[in-house]
């Protein structure tokens, strides 16, 4: 059972420039990767590691140095696969001149959308971002999160087939960040593809299937998430909460097994682990990278 | 300040017009693209210009699928953004400004000076207020979203990048039309108000006629007379001499009686009759049929307009056949529907100078409204124009940048355009750039015939494809001064449609055309990021 690939990125090197064409910043290193169709896909890597940098190559808003971009079958500089996109940015880059339902109104203009099912669609998204407060009030009136809110209900004008999420979660309260969760699980649901960065790994761990990890423009882990957390040497148990005496029985059954207790309590947040693990690996040693398996590779 | 109409500047002939720019623009493309693919050639080999192929039909591909709703969009979002950015607070600048004109402007004056300064001032005040802030606007507008990077949502959306320039424009035209629409009506009313009792807005129509002149001898000539006048717009003829100035008009339909206007100038050489001005006559001629109609002699009014009427039927005295008849002036006089008037001047020794706007068939005027609100129509037109190029020059250097650049060019094309080509084409004397430099060397006069040998021959080839530069550039400096149209009304004219207004809007549509075509590509080929 073959999945459709939404995205495909072939050994993509990013270098920044300055106005005299001198080499700046290595941005991205021959980074290889593929989204499948339905997949949540999360990219990780601490600040400054080339993740914005990959979505807006993907986007068409950078040009790649070298490397090849296929996004829903369509070279990135191709304008009529944005049909199908929507992108939130990592800040939200709005007019800050106009209100809630202009902004919905002008983005939902340049899909040629009748002026019905521009009225319909942004009254549906902004009760979705929960902004009905503040629907006639001008951006540069809102708050951080308010402008991640309606910089998300922007990407979803078009009912997209692919999401690009850079940092969605940034900015939001604890309760908008849960919804945000939510709604990503509910466009997966419908079938639809999510790229998404975030330093929250918390959020990266709820909602992907599949991750990258990314340190200084290179790849450095790629896989589903499951996988990558099960540590294949070790076995974790979830318990209700044991007495000191039982904690002592089952220690004395693990003896009879020739295994022993590592660690009890409560689970800790492993992607985490995974997350500064790798970090301070590629520190360790920088030239090493993510290498896909026989079965990654298509 | 003196005016004195333009009526036959350029573009009589639309077809020559159009070969014009279209050999201009084609260079101009010409030139970019054969740079561009020996460019990409060298850096990258073969797949260089297959590269630069794929992106002229992709661009083709751009300019066919235009959304007319997109590029809406994009205008609404322009308007919205000016209005909100308080734009229009210009207004009341406007509004401030002819609220208090009235006391400036000088009420002493002949009355008809002030109807004409009343109507200058208040359409320059309507462009010089609309062509900053407009300017301005367009300028800024791309850059200061591409530094906020708001443009990454609206790329990211199904928006070619034509629409995008295309939209800024017609928006940024959108509000330029509301403005100078407001504002000409605001300045209409206040001139109203501003004429005194005893003068009247006019609104003349003229058909220019050509001059020819005949010397003291009855021969034709080229010119008449220079009477060593600092300026020589005007030509003279001697007085009570065979010396005249015929004026030919074309008339079509014939018409109970047509009207004539005319402002000669006198140069004396003697005072002449006392307190008596110079004495003029006009004379009916029909080559054809060989008849002379002499109408009566007049004394012209200096710095002012001399007004006759010529009735359908004339009745003279022939001095050939000696008897007084009367004839047809259209049956009889009109040749070939042109008829031609000799003006003459009767007195020995004085001269007569006369130029061929100071002559004219004046038809019936037409509403005062007519001619101001074609001349508020020029105003917009200049500044769409601006809007063009500020748009376009925005789409490749920051605001600033820009601003100077469309400012430049602005300037030169009011006045300083035959200065610039002179500057570009003073390099032509004595052969080419490299030529002439090689001569200067070689200390060879520009009149020795250069030997003939490969090493010239390289040279004058070189040279050859400079100077085509040389003329390419010439021809990009545009010429705006027909877009100011404030002149014929403040003189109390009609502007003119083919000299003004269709120049006009030819100039604005041939500098458009490039202009979307430089703002798509350089939108498309560059990363929208703030650097
Ligand atoms: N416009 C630019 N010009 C020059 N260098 C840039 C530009 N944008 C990003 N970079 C550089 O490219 C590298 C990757 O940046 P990028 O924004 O992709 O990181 P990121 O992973 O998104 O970081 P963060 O987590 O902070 O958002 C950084 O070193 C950054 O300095
Ligand atoms: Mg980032």
């Not at chain 1, 690009?164 to 419908?190: A, H």
């Not at chain 2, 034709?220 to 220079?226: D, M």
């Not at chain 2, 022939?318 to 047809?328: F, G, Q």
Request: glycine content about 8%.
């Amino acid at each position: 059972m073959e999945t459709q690939s939404v995205i495909q990125i072939k050994n993509l090197t990013k270098i920044y420039r300055d106005f005299w064409g001198r080499k700046k910043v290595r941005a991205l290193n021959s980074l290889s990767l593929d989204v499948k169709k339905g997949e949540v896909f999360g990219l990780l890597g601490p600040n400054g590691s080339g993740k914005t940098t990959t979505m807006k190559l993907l986007l068409g808003l950078l040009f790649p140095t070298e490397g090849e971009i296929t996004v829903l079958g369509k070279p990135a500089s191709d304008v009529s696969k944005n049909e199908w996109i929507g992108y939130l940015p990592e800040e939200s880059y709005l007019y800050r001149f106009l209100n809630a339902e202009e902004t919905l109104d002008f983005y939902g203009r340049l899909f040629d959308m009748s002026p019905q099912q521009r009225k319909e669609r942004s009254n549906q998204l902004i009760e979705l971002v929960g902004l009905q407060n503040a629907r006639k009030r001008q951006l540069k009136e809102y708050s951080k999160g308010m402008t991640r809110r309606i910089g998300l209900a922007q990407a979803l004008i078009n009912n997209p087939d692919l999401i690009l999420l850079d940092e969605p979660t940034s900015g939001l309260d604890p309760l908008g960040s849960r919804d945000m969760k939510d709604l990503i699980v509910k466009l997966k649901n419908e079938g639809k593809t999510v790229v998404m960065c975030s330093h929250l790994l918390a959020d990266v761990q709820d909602v992907c299937d599949r991750i990258a990890i990314l340190y200084a423009g290179e790849l450095k882990e790629l896989g589903r998430v499951d996988d990558l957390l099960k540590e294949q040497h070790e076995t974790e148990l979830l318990t209700s909460k044991l007495s000191p005496e039982a904690v002592a029985d089952v220690e004395a059954v693990l003896a009879k097994h020739n295994a022993k207790l590592l660690r009890h309590g409560h689970p800790t947040n492993s992607l985490e682990d995974l997350f500064l693990k790798t970090v301070q690996k590629s520190q360790e040693r920088p030239g090493q990278r993510f290498v896909p398996a026989a079965s990654e590779k298509s | 300040m003196n005016f004195d109409a333009k009526p036959f500047l350029l573009f009589s002939n639309i077809e020559n017009g159009l070969m014009h720019w279209l050999l201009v623009f084609g260079s101009f493309i010409g030139v970019i693209f054969a740079a561009t693919v020996l460019i990409a050639l060298g850096i990258y080999g073969v797949s260089g210009p297959v590269a630069v192929m794929g992106r002229v039909r992709q661009g083709l591909h751009d300019f066919v699928n235009l959304s007319p709703k997109r590029i809406w969009a994009i205008s609404w979002l322009t308007i919205i953004e000016a209005v909100r950015r308080k734009a229009l607070l210009v207004f009341v600048v406007f509004a401030f400004l002819m609220m208090f004109a009235g006391w400036f402007l000088d009420s002493d004056l002949r009355a008809d000076l002030q109807v004409k300064n009343a109507v200058s001032f208040a359409l320059t005040t309507v462009s010089w207020l609309t062509i900053p802030v407009l300017l301005l606007l367009s300028c800024w507008g791309i850059p200061e979203d591409i530094r906020v990077r708001s443009i990454h949502t609206v790329v990211t959306k199904p928006v070619r990048r034509n629409e995008i320039v295309m939209g800024r424009i017609l928006g940024f035209a959108t509000i330029a039309a509301g403005i100078v629409a407001m504002m000409g009506i605001v300045g209409y009313v206040w001139i109203l108000r501003q004429v005194p009792n005893n003068a009247s807005l006019i609104c003349r129509v003229p058909v220019y006629g050509t001059l020819q002149f005949l010397d003291r001898e009855g021969n034709v000539s080229e010119k008449g007379i220079n009477t060593g006048d600092i300026w020589e717009f005007r030509s003279y003829i001697e007085g009570g001499s065979k010396a005249s100035g015929a004026y030919k008009f074309s008339v079509d339909a014939p018409v109970d009686r047509i009207k004539l206007e005319s402002r000669f100038e006198a140069f004396r050489t003697h005072k002449g009759r006392m307190g008596q001005s110079l004495l003029v006559r006009y004379v009916l001629v029909n080559p054809t049929k060989d008849l002379r109609v002499p109408l009566d002699s007049f004394e012209i009014k200096e710095f002012n307009l001399n007004e006759q009427y010529l009735e359908r039927k004339l009745s003279f005295y022939d001095e050939a056949r000696m008897e007084k008849r009367t004839v047809d002036l259209f049956d009889d006089v009109v040749d070939q529907n042109s008829l031609t008037i000799e003006v003459q001047c009767l007195d020995v020794g004085q001269y007569l100078g006369m130029a061929r706007p100071d002559f004219f068939i004046r038809l019936p005027d037409r509403p005062f409204a007519v001619g101001y609100f074609k001349a508020v129509f020029g105003i917009w037109l200049l500044t769409v124009f601006i809007v063009s190029i500020g748009v376009t020059s925005s789409t490749f250097v920051k605001g600033p940048v820009a601003t100077l650049l469309t400012f430049s060019l602005l300037i030169i094309g009011q006045g300083f355009r035959e200065f610039m080509i002179k500057l570009i084409t003073g390099v032509q004397k004595g052969g080419g750039p490299i030529e002439s430099w090689y001569r200067l060397v070689t200390h060879m006069n520009d009149t020795l015939e250069l030997p003939d040998n490969i090493g010239i021959k390289i040279m004058q080839g070189i040279d050859n494809v400079m100077l085509a530069g040389l003329w390419l550039m010439q021809h990009l400096i545009p010429d705006l001064t027909s877009f100011v149209m404030s002149p014929y009304v403040a003189n109390g004219f009609d502007v003119p449609w083919n000299v003004a207004i269709f120049r006009s809007l030819a100039i604005t549509i041939g500098y458009l055309v490039p202009c979307l075509l430089v703002g798509y590509y350089s939108l498309t080929l560059r990363e929208l990021e703030a650097k």
